[in-house]
């Protein structure tokens, strides 16, 4: 997985409220695993997901916009059938 975000930045507290059972079963395995290192990587997916999902929607216009090109026009090369 690519970073997009500075990873020496410092560290920040957050808490949370985790189901009891899903506690208890991760338990045993709580020498194996970083938990705050996993935690990092499914916020750092979860704000890619949603930053993603934000500029699609503030571009949505100009996608359609060029979508519509495309339809009218063909792709760029499609003449030389190296698409």
Known sequence: ???HYDTTAR???LS????????????PYKQQV??????EQLLARML??????????KNAEA???HGRDI????LAG??????
């Open 1 to 3: 997985m690519q970073v």
């Open 11 to 13: 560290k920040g507290r």
């Open 16 to 27: 949370l409220s985790i189901n009891q059972n899903l506690l208890d079963r991760l338990e």
């Open 34 to 39: 970083n938990f705050s290192a996993q935690a």
């Open 48 to 57: 890619e997901e949603l930053e993603n999902r934000e500029w699609a929607e």
């Open 63 to 65: 996608l359609t916009a």
């Open 71 to 74: 339809a009218m026009t063909g």
């Open 78 to 83: 499609a003449e030389f059938e190296r698409i």
